[in-house]
């Protein structure tokens, strides 16, 4: 049987290597190991928080000099994905020897799975292998046309506007400079880092996300094939105690080793998690704002694909976290489902146990404040919308 995870990262090790990354190689703490595998990261996080400082420091001074409201939440959304992006990427870097742990977890899991149907498990693996493919094909496309929106509204602009009046008026994506960006001397360079800046932004979100949804994805399929394993336990006839005690034995420890992998997920992301549900609320409701109170038609299809993507990007955090909640609590009637009134008394016995213990919700949180469900979802969507209606309050009474 091929290997789930192993396969699955290859998919997204590209994306952790654009920004610096290598999560799957023991990186030592010599000059050359890093100057060969950190500088790059080094560089893109300096690059980066130029731009997130500028932005900041505009807000700032616009709020300080009576900008209106639309102009401020034009860039603040700007601002929290920058911020998160950085606590995204950061939660991996300083939890390298956690998230190799995690990696020989989940691949120990794969490799102890010696029993059951091979057929079956082919079959469930390739499922996931599907839906995995998919999300992160869909996550990858909505990130790069975001960027591109972006990148080339403001090209448009200045070929319109060329059009219009026989004058080449110099645009940025982002106004967020203290001084006077459009000059020729300083525009092609800005106009590049900010490019970079909006990519650097997608590919840490898209990768870190990314690499939680395969890890989630695999703790998903380790636990289905536990369920039929669990199942079929029981043969029809020429019932041996022995070997059911020694092939319950085996599949407690795959339990087990599942349920760690699920503690080890949420020690790495609890925390970049707790600030995506906050800053999603926000980000939601400020590129809603911006997409239906920017006048330009160019910057409202790009807040439109901003909104798209922060609500994909939350969606499938939820969903992912829902799916090991479900996936959890379905062993506990995967044992229920087994022949287990065929048995004896003690072989009851021990089946129960293992129901009992997989009663326990295994879950992952942020950082303890809320579960990741799809009920935090609704929630989120919740606090947004009012949100948005607030500000859509503010700006009434700002345009009259």
Known sequence: MSVLFDESLKSIELIFKYFGMYLDRTILNTAEHVIKFRSLHIINFLWLNTETIAEILWIIQGALHGRSLIKLTS?????????????????????????KKLFKQLRNVENNINIGDEVVKKKIVAEGKKHLRAVIKALIIINAVTVMLFSVTPILFIGLEYKKSGQIKLVLPFRVYPFNPYDIKYWPFLYMHQIWSASLVSIQIAGTDGLFYTCCTSICTQFRLLQNDIETIIPERNFDENVFQEMLKKLAVRHDGIMQSIIQLESIYAKSTLFNFVSSTFLICLSGFNTTALGDIGYMVAFLSFLLMSLMQIFLLC???????????????????????????????????????????SKLTAYGYA???????????????????????????TQA
């Open 75 to 99: 860039i603040a959304p700007c601002i929290n994905l920058c911020i998160l992006a950085n606590i995204k990427s950061l939660s991996l870097f300083l939890n390298d020897d956690k998230v």
């Open 319 to 361: 969903l992912y976290g829902d799916m090991i909640m479900t996936s959890s609590m379905e062993v506990s009637n995967a044992v229920y489902n087994s022949k287990w009134y065929t048995v004896n008394a003690k072989a009851a016995k021990h089946l129960y146990v293992v129901q009992m213990r997989a009663q326990k919700l």
């Open 371 to 397: 579960d990741v469900n799809l009920t935090s979802f609704t929630r989120i969507l919740s606090s947004a919308c009012s949100y948005f209606a607030l500000l859509k309050t503010m700006e009434r009474p």
